[in-house]
Every structure is written in structure tokens, then in C-alpha cells.
């Protein structure tokens, strides 16, 4: 339990296991789930039925929260922020909320400041720009 | 935070099951393990998204049962302290309000809920500021702040807090 008590996700301590897996924004869990689901539809006739109660939760969650709906916006959000040397943590944070302004992002995730990584306001500010034009032209 | 991630098991397998399907049926069986499980190490198992590898059987002594070694991609539902995310209000009352965040649940104590936001009570209890400008009941969507969590066998259990900045309702229902 000792490494429990260590995490914390605002400094980026959430386990190396998890630190190097892949994170994924709520749009894209969206994406996934629910091509999952139609593909139980195909097979069986209750789909909802077959469907554990974390992924029936899940899909309600993802679906009420997700930023971007349409495929091709979500690859672009996810290539616009990965030009930005951050986590895959970070990355879907940012994604997740779409802060509006830098310090709300910096609030938001507080390690994009730390780490000796070049991300001046300027930087950051120039990021969240790229991201609400994809909202807009979504 | 969602993540997609490898795991591994092994799976026992009744020799009923040998033969062509044998793969399909090691799969679905997985899935139907797996699926909507939760451990303190790794979170939800939401989805089997895909196997990466299934390692030679091995015939237990004994029995005619066979464990594969599995490898297996998932998306995962993780919560971890200091993470901000959005989630809707399931139920308020005098103590705080609870919230939930896809498969966890989350609750918010009322010291952790701005101080000048105060409780109200009657058929749809809410916390509102003294100007009415804000409130908080059940369907609300908050933005809010993961300080703890509690691992139980079955469960992960978190407590938040709103108050911070830019943590707070995102959505009213009822100006929506």
C-alpha cells in the first residue's frame, strides 16, 4: 500500500505501469465502447443484457462527456496535442476538460509547469488555441 | 482517466470446450471474467479490446482442466488522487453530495463544497450560493478534484473536493 499513499496525479505520480500506458480521452472511449456494443447488437438480441454494469456506466459517462463527437476530430485533438511533448496523462486531461484559458490549464494539470519541459505561457496559450478551432469546426 | 492497457490471466478451461471453437470460447470466456471487474492495482476492466498472445496450454494434473496464459488489451478505468474530471451528481444531501464519474463513485463532503454554498433542502435538496447564481443538485455536472481514494474488494470508492480553483458546476439542469 506504501505506493498508494505516493500518487498523486497533479505532480504525474500514478505508477510507472500507468505512467507508460496508453491513456485514452473520453472521446475515445466513447469510440470504442460503443462499436463494441453494436457489434454485440449484431450478435444478440438484449445487448444489454450481455454488458457488465462498469461498461453500461461507462458508456453513459463517456457519451455525456465527451468534448468531440465526430471520429476525425478526435484523431486531430489527439495529433495536435501530442506536438506538445506532454504525458499521455497530461495529454488526456487536457483533452478531457479543453481548458479555455492558460490558467485554467495550469490548474488543471499543474506538472505541465514542472519537469524543466519548455512550456511557457506562450506555448500553452498557442495549444489551447489549436484546440477550441477544432471545437469550433467540428 | 480511462486507459488501455495489457493484462494478463490464466484461464481454466473444461476439456467440454476443446476443439475448433476452442480460441473462441477461451475468448468469450475472458470477457465474460473479466468484464466489469475491479481491482485496487488496475481499476475497471470496462472492455476486452483485443489478445495479444495466448501462450501454450497446460493440462493440470488431476483434473482435465488446461490453463492458457492469456495477454489481453483493455480499457481500464483507473481514479487517481490529485486527478481533475467531470461527473454528475447522483444524490445530494445535508452531508455533501455524491457524484459519478462513468464506473466510480465519488463523494464531495460539505467541507469540501465552497463555503458559500449552503445547503437547501425540500424534494430536490441542493446547495446554492447565497445569490442563487449556482447550484448544485442531483444531475448537476461538477468539475471536481479526486483527494482520496478507498479500495474494497469489489469497488474503488473516492472522495473529492470543489474547492479549488476552477473546480465547480459546468452544467445546471435546469438553465440547460
Known amino acids: 500500500m506504501s505506493g498508494e499513499e505516493e500518487e498523486n496525479a497533479a505532480e504525474l505520480k500514478i505508477g510507472d505501469e500507468f505512467l507508460k ?49 465526430n471520429p476525425d476530430a478526435v484523431r486531430q485533438v489527439r495529433e495536435i496535442l501530442s506536438r506538445y511533448q506532454l504525458a499521455e496523462f497530461e495529454l488526456c486531461v487536457l483533452g478531457n476538460l479543453c481548458p479555455e484559458t492558460v490558467e485554467e490549464a495550469i490548474a488543471m494539470v499543474p506538472s505541465i509547469k514542472t519537469r ?23 | ?72 488489451q483493455c480499457v481500464v478505468f483507473r481514479p487517481f488522487k490529485g486527478e481533475i474530471l467531470e461527473a454528475f451528481v447522483t444524490m445530494v444531501n445535508k452531508m455533501g453530495f455524491f457524484a459519478e464519474a462513468g464506473p466510480v463513485q465519488i463523494f464531495v463532503s460539505n467541507h469540501l463544497i465552497p463555503d458559500d454554498m449552503e445547503f437547501q433542502s425540500g424534494d430536490m435538496p441542493n446547495y446554492t450560493t447565497s445569490d442563487g447564481s449556482v447550484k448544485i443538485q442531483k444531475d448537476s455536472e461538477v468539475r471536481l478534484k479526486i483527494i482520496g481514494t478507498r479500495v474494497d474488494a469489489t ?5 473529492g ?5 476552477f473546480l465547480g458546476v459546468i452544467n445546471d439542469p435546469t438553465t440547460a
Open chain 2, 155 to 159: 469497488e474503488i470508492f473516492c472522495i
Open chain 2, 1 to 72: 482517466m480511462f486507459f488501455h492497457i495489457v493484462l494478463e490471466r490464466n484461464m481454466q478451461l473444461h476439456p467440454r470446450y476443446f476443439g475448433r471453437n476452442l480460441r473462441d470460447n477461451l475468448v468469450s470466456k475472458l470477457m465474460k471474467d473479466v468484464e466489469g471487474t475491479c481491482s485496487g492495482r488496475h481499476g475497471f476492466v470496462v472492455a476486452v479490446t483485443g489478445i495479444e498472445h495466448i501462450g501454450k496450454g497446460l493440462i493440470r494434473d488431476g483434473t482435465g482442466f488446461v490453463t492458457f496464459p492469456i495477454k489481453y
Open chain 1, 21 to 69: 500506458a496508453k491513456c485514452l480521452m473520453n472521446c475515445e472511449v466513447s469510440l470504442i465502447l460503443e462499436h463494441k456494443y453494436e457489434q454485440l447488437q449484431q450478435t444478440s438480441e438484449d445487448p444489454m443484457n450481455q454488458v457488465s454494469q462498469v461498461f453500461e456506466k461507462s458508456l453513459q459517462y463517456v457519451k455525456r462527456f465527451s468534448r468531440y463527437k
Open chain 1, 116 to 138: 524543466g519541459r519548455a512550456h511557457d505561457d506562450e506555448a500553452i496559450e498557442k495549444m489551447l488555441n489549436d484546440l477550441s478551432l477544432i471545437k469550433r469546426f467540428e
Open chain 2, 161 to 165: 473536493t470543489i474547492k479549488d480553483d
